[in-house]
């Protein structure tokens, strides 16, 4: 009986655990959409926008729009929301289908809107982190 008792607890704080551990909003990497890679040169625009945030790296590879990522979100920026690129916005992916795909990703706090940044239709998540 005390040995059922003793597994009974031990799946019981195991199961406790892993749900505190889902619902702990764990800080971490930033994403900003921060201009084109075609008008500058990614990694040093990505140095000057990071305004005391760390820079863990810089992209190109989404639509040639040059993705910076920091250790939090830079402050002083006229967003102080994170933002990743979710794909294009096409006839068929509007705000709704855009805003759909960013809520999947960040439940809690995402919302995606289709916008023409750096001459690219595309849907633009927002979230805090």
């Known amino acids: 009986m005390a040995n ?10 195991i199961m406790v655990l892993l749900v505190a551990v889902q619902l702990i909003q764990v800080e971490g990497e930033c994403t ?11 990694a040093s625009h990505c140095n000057s926008y990071a305004r005391g945030a760390r820079v863990l790296g810089s992209s190109c590879s989404f639509n040639n ?19 990743v690129g979710m794909g294009l916005c096409t006839r068929d992916c509007q705000d709704d ?4 795909k960013c809520v999947s990703r960040f439940p809690k706090t995402g919302h995606g809107i289709c916008i023409d940044a ?12």
Do not use: I, W
């Not at 289908?97 to 759909?100: F, I, L, Q, R, V």
């Open 65 to 83: 729009l040059c993705t910076c990522t920091f250790d939090r979100p830079p402050p002083g920026s006229e967003q102080p929301a994170c933002d």
């Open 118 to 129: 750096f001459n690219v239709f595309l849907c633009l998540c927002s979230y805090n982190r």
């Open 97 to 100: 289908c855009c805003n759909k």
């Open 4 to 13: 059922q008792m003793s597994k009974s607890f031990c799946f019981f704080a």
């Open 32 to 42: 900003k959409v921060v201009g084109n890679c075609a008008a500058a040169n990614c």
